[in-house]
Structures are given as C-alpha cells and as structure tokens.
C-alpha cells in the first residue's frame, strides 16, 4: 500500500471509529441511567437460593489458597500472592464482571441501583435515619469484580498518619504509620503535584487531579483560605488543610482493582477467578480448629472447595462478619440463638463504625454551562471532564473543631460543583422519605448548587452486624446506631458551624452562596444545637466507609484477628479488609483498605517462603 493511501486509510477508519464509540457511549448512557432510575433493589440474596437449597454437593477440587471475594482487598490479594507460580488461588466473587459503563466516573450513583449493589439497608434506627424512609439509613456495598472500588466516589484519601500510630498503640506490631507508608506508596502512580516523600510513582493504581476545574473549586479554596485554613497536599505531610481531590482515575477513567489491578494478573495460569459465586461457609475442621476450604454457590449448584494452606476471608465489613458467624465463628449468645454450631467465641460483628454525613445543598449565582451528552462524551474519551469525575466532586478540606478528640482531624468536607446532583435520583440516593424528598427536590437547581458534604470522622458511637438467620440467602442485620453518645453530637455541630461559616466569607459572598434549608429544623439562621442536633438527626446518612467488624487486636476478648490478621482461636484462616480496622480513619476508607491488603500480601509471602 503506498504510504498516503495508507495513512488516508486510517484517517478514514480513525475518524468513523471514533463516532461510532461516542454514539456508543450516548447510547449506554441514556439507557443505563434510565434502567437505574426504575431498579428495584434486591431484599434477599434469591438468585442463589435454589442453588443453596439443592441436596448434592460436587467437589470443586483443592487450592493453596482460597480467597472470598474480589473487591478491594481480594483483587490486590490476588494479583501479589499469584506472582508465586508455585502457589494455586481460587478467587470466589459473589458479582458479575465490571462494564464499559461503570468506567465511566460520573455515573457511580447510577450504578447503586443496579445489581452492582447488594441492595442492603439499615434496621429501622431511634436516634439517627430519622428522615429517611422508614428510618432506614441506606448501605451501599459493590458485588462486582473490584467490590466498593468499581462503585464508589473515587476519592483517594490515605487518612492521618496517627490514626495508624492508634492501631499500633492497641498491640499490633507492624502497624504504625512509619510501617504503612511504604505500603500505600507501594500501590500509588501518582500523576499528582504532591509532597515529596509521600507518593509513589510505577505502581499500579493510576491518581491523578480531575480536569477542567470549576471556578467553584476555586471559591471553596479561597474561603477555606479566609477560615484560616493552609493550602495543602492531604495524602502528605500535613492533613489539616484545604485541598484539590486526588481521583483513582486513569485518563479520566475509574481505575477500580478489577481494573489497575486484577487485570494483570487474570491470565495466570496459577490464578482462576470465579464470578456469581457466593461463599456461603468457611468450612472447619471442628477437632483442630482449622479451616479447610469453603462451601458456595454458584450456577444453581452448590460446591465444596479445599484450601490447603489457608482461606482468607476479604468479603467487606459487613459481609465478612455474616460468613464467619454464619461458619460458627462469633459472640456466642448470638450463634446460640441463630442455632449455629459454635466454633469459637469472638466479638465478630461489633465495634462497628460508620461516617455520620450530611449533605448540605449550597444555592449560588454562578450556572454551570450546559453541556450536551454528546460533547461530555466527546471530552471523556480525551480523558477530561464532567464525565470523569465523581459526582463533580472537586475539593475537600480536613480541620480540627474546638473539642479536639484526636489528633488527626475530627471533620471533613468535601465540596462538589454544580451538577453533582439530579434532582430525579438525589432523595433515592439518600432513601429521603417522601415529605423530606420533595421538600428537597422542589428547591433543587442543580446548575446553580453546589453540595458540600460535612463528615464526621471519628464517631465514638459503635454499632453491630447481627445475623437475621442461619440461612446465608437472608441480608445481615446492619445497626448503625449513629449518635448514641452525645460527643458525636457535639463534634458534629461544631463541624457544621464551620461549614456554616465558611459560607460567610468572602469568596462565597461573591457568588451569594446561600443553604437550601428544607425548614425541618426550625430556623436555620440560629445555628443553634438543637437546630444543629436535628439536622444530625434527620437528615445524616453514612459516608459508605462501614469498618471495624471483625478488628485487629491482641486480645480475643476485644478483638476478632491479630496482627498478622489470622482469625483468633482458627487456623489457617484470615480476615483481610476493612473489617479488620480497629479504630477509625481520618477520610475515606478506600485507599487505607488497599493498604492493609497489600501488607495482609507481603505478610502472607513470607510465611510461605
Ligand atoms: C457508594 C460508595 C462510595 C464510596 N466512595 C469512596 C471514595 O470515594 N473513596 C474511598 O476511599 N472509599 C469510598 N468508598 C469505600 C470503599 O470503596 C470501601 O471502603 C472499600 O471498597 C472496602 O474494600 P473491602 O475489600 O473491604 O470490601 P469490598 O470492596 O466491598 O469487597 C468485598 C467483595 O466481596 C464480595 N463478597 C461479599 N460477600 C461474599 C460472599 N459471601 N461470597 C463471595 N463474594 C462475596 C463482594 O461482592 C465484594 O466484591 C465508597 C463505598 C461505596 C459503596
Ligand atoms: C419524614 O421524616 C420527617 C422527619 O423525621 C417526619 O417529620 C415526616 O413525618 C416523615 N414523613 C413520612 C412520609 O414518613
Ligand atoms: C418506604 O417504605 C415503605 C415500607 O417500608 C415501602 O412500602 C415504600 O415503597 C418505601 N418508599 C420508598 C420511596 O422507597
Ligand atoms: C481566589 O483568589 C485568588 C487570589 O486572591 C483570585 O485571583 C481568584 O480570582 C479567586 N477565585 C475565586 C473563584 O474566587
Ligand atoms: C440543557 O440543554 C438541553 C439541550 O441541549 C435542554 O434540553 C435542557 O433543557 C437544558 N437544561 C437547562 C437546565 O438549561
Ligand atoms: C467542649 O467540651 C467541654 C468539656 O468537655 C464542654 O464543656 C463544652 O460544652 C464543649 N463545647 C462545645 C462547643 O461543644
Ligand atoms: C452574584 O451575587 C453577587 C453578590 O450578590 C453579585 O455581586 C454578583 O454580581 C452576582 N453574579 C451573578 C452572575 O449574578
Ligand atoms: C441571593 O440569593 C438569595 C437566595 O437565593 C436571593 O433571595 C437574593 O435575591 C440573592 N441576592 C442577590 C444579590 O443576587
């Protein structure tokens, strides 16, 4: 071919492609948001229970290593222990396979109502939920390849470095913020302008800023500025401070762990991956007390697997305390009651923590331009724009209120630019009940508001997972029991009173930033606590960060693993995610999660060397 047909040749072909891409993207876009606005979540886990009902067991045979489930932890589990070719990993994932549609950043609320999500709500709660339907907080949790990390907001946030200092000072050698550094360093390409020292370059989890920024981003970060707030990188060497997002994106696209890293390891011949399989029991060997494989479900039929070296159990907080009470491992009153055979007797399912968050909608003068589908679309495949982040969140901020409790911050807010909402999802997203849904969706105008999302980040208040049954097709029992302890109340307020004042300085002036105030509480203008304490109330939903359900800790009265995260009491088995935390985390949980999974992987390397 001579060379200037040639090039014509793949001018033409480039050209076509590239439209027939974005009418794709147009097309799945339109179709996706429309199916989710009419999906109805699941109330049970029925698409295995015939499977789970049937009598025969078959064998799936024995690995080294099984892991239960393919989030955060389990992808990164994965993808180090299998650089062992001598070592064979069953990987069992209760979801199906990421899509073209979840890459996309922006469209993360729309994949909460899909089958990407459990579908899991609180129980009916007395001193927080209070606005939602029923009382019901709503829990989001991924079931997918990448669990949280192919639903979620993409934040990237490591936390301060004394909360790990705390998980050390509980007894867990190995765990202090000197150790984990190198830890999150580890997983990081930072594409970002951050502290020396801090970041990691080479890895395989891509962070970069996302662009273009709204001129809003830069009126959060002026008024932060006024309330006397630095300018700072919050993943380095100070945490206390106002801030552009660093996102887990990948030339605009969401770098979930199935992505940045499950796929690198998916073709080994040492590692099989199981999706739509759902681990329904550890299975222990009940003289030893070791764990010998997993029982699951998958294709309408039910299998037994055997782990010669170990099971390690990477479920989430909330689904990882189900499988170990539902494997006789748990509070034993409680087992007793479910009419579980126990094994061992453990605070499985308690010390449960959760970020309290209030949404709090901003009104300003500034419009966000209106941009087509198909010029958002036409952006995001150049790697830029609204499509490419997360719900336009833009900036966040880390501050002390009076009452300092910690010494990481006890607040965060994270500010979104307008048309972070759609007025038709925003009451679903947060399960409002009907009156407080409309008295929102009325006032909404989501090319002037921005949201500013105000968390609570060390909540003393602990709820607990329960079983509602010894049947593994029933959700778990989730209490959040947010506010029982009047400090959370207190610290809370003071944090919205920053807020609060953050919108009266200058920069905000400018743009005559005012609250959407649904008049629930009274006036809004007397900041008072009782005003303050009912917004709390009512209207505060969870920060999607639940941890803590089955902690880290030397003592098996306290603590459900150890430090080198083996379940107290049980051989051959391990917990490895965010249950696992003892104490909470200054942000985001992400990020902190990977961490302990790419730890959980050097420690398991070196026992088997
Ligand atoms: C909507 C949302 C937004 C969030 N936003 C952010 C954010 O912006 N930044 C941030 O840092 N964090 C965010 N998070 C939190 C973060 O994603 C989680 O903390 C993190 O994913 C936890 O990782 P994990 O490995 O503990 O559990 P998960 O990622 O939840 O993984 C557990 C996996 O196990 C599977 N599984 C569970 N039970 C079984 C079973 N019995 N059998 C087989 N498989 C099973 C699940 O399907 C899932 O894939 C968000 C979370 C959500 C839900
Ligand atoms: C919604 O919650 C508010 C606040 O608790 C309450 O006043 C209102 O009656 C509730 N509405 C419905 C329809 O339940
Ligand atoms: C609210 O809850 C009730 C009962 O729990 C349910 O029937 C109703 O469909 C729910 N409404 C919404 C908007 O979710
Ligand atoms: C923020 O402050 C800088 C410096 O004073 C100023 O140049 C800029 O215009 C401000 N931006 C906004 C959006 O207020
Ligand atoms: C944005 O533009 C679309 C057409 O491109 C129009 O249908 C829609 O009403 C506009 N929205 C606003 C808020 O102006
Ligand atoms: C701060 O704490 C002190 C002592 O615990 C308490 O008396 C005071 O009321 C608190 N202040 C606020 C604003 O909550
Ligand atoms: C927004 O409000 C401010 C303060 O009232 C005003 O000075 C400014 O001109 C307004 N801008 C627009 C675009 O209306
Ligand atoms: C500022 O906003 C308020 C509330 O939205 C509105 O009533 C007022 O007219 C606005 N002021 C200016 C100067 O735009």
């Known amino acids: 071919m001579p060379l200037l047909f040639e090039v014509f040749f793949f ?67 994965a993808t180090r222990l299998s650089e062992i070719a001598k070592i064979s990993i ?92 190198p830890y999150f360093k580890k997983s990081e390409n930072s594409q970002v302008d951050g502290d020396e020292g801090y970041h990691g370059i080479g890895g395989f989890w891509n962070i970069e800023y996302s662009l273009p920024e709204s001129p809003l981003l830069h009126t959060f970060i002026n008024g932060s500025l006024e309330t006397n707030l630095p300018f700072i990188d919050y993943n380095g060497r100070n945490q206390i401070g106002v801030s552009k997002l660093q996102s887990n994106i990948k030339r605009g696209r969401r770098q979930s762990f199935g992505t940045a890293f499950l796929n690198n390891a ?42 010669r070296k170990e099971v390690i159990v990477s479920a989430g907080a909330i689904n990882t305390p189900q499988l170990l009470m539902l494997s006789g491992i748990g509070p034993k009153n409680h087992l007793k009651d479910m009419k579980i055979p126990l094994v061992v007797d453990l605070p499985v399912g308690k010390n449960l923590m959760e970020h309290p968050v209030i949404n709090l909608i901003i009104h300003t003068n500034y419009t966000a331009p209106n941009i087509s589908t198909a010029e958002s679309v036409e952006q995001f495949l150049n790697g830029l724009g609204p499509l490419t982040k997360g719900a336009n969140l ?46 929102f969706s009325k006032q909404l105008q989501p090319q002037n508001d921005m949201v500013w999302y105000v968390v609570l980040l060390h909540e003393k208040s602990r709820g607990q997972i329960l079983l509602q049954s010894n049947n593994p097709i029933d959700f778990p029992n989730i209490d959040l029991n947010m506010f029982e302890e009047q400090d959370d109340v207190d610290v809370f307020s003071e944090g919205l009173e920053y807020a609060f004042r953050l919108l009266e300085t200058e920069a905000f002036k400018k743009v005559n930033a005012t609250l959407l105030d649904i008049s629930l509480c009274g006036d809004s203008g007397t900041h008072s606590k009782q005003y303050m304490e009912c917004l709390m109330r009512n209207l505060a939903g969870t ?18 693993v150890d430090d080198k995260l083996r379940v107290h009491g049980v051989g051959n088995l391990r917990v490895i995610d965010a249950s696992i935390f003892p104490l909470g985390i200054s942000g985001n949980t992400n990020a902190p999660t990977a961490m302990v999974a790419e730890k959980g992987a050097d420690i398991i390397k070196s026992e088997l060397k």
Not at 33 to 42: H, I, Q, R
Not at 43 to 72: H, M, P, Q, R, W
Not at 409 to 426: G, H, K, N
Not at 543 to 560: E, L
């Open 266 to 307: 998916r073709k080994r011949s040492n590692l099989k991956v199981v999706t739509k399989a759902l681990v329904t029991k550890i299975t222990i060997d009940r003289r030893s007390k070791q764990a010998t494989g997993v029982e699951f479900v998958t294709n309408n039929k039910k299998f037994r697997v055997r782990a």
């Open 394 to 439: 833009e900036g966040l901020s880390f501050f002390h209120t009076r009452n300092t409790s910690t010494e990481g911050p006890e607040i965060q807010l994270i500010t979104a630019s307008p048309y972070a909402v759609d007025a038709s999802l925003f009451p679903k997203l947060i399960n409002f009940n009907t009156t407080i849904g409309q008295a």
């Open 11 to 77: 001018f033409i072909v480039g050209a076509v492609s590239a439209s027939l891409t974005s009418d794709y993207y147009q097309q799945l876009i339109a179709q996706e948001t429309a199916k989710s606005l009419t999906y109805e979540l699941p109330k049970k886990n029925e698409e295995f229970k015939t499977g789970y009902e049937s009598n025969a067991i078959n064998d799936y045979g024995e690995y080294d290593l099984v892991i239960v489930g393919a989030g955060t932890a389990g992808c990164i589990l």
């Open 543 to 560: 920060g999607y960060h639940p941890i803590g359900t089955a902690a880290m800790g030397p003592d098996p009265r306290k603590f459900v």
């Open 90 to 181: 069953l990987l069992l994932e209760a979801g199906g396979e990421e899509n073209d549609f979840n890459q996309i950043l922006a469209m993360w609320p729309y994949n909460l109502f899909s089958d990407f999500n459990w579908g899991y709500f609180s129980t009916p709660q007395k001193r927080s939920c209070l606005g939602m339907n029923n009382s019901q907080c709503v829990i989001y949790r991924g079931k997918v390849i990448g669990g949280g990390s192919s639903i979620n907001g993409a934040m990237y946030v490591r936390g301060n470095c004394k909360d790990y200092d705390n998980w050390a000072a509980l007894g867990n050698r190995g765990w202090s913020c000197k150790d984990v550094l």
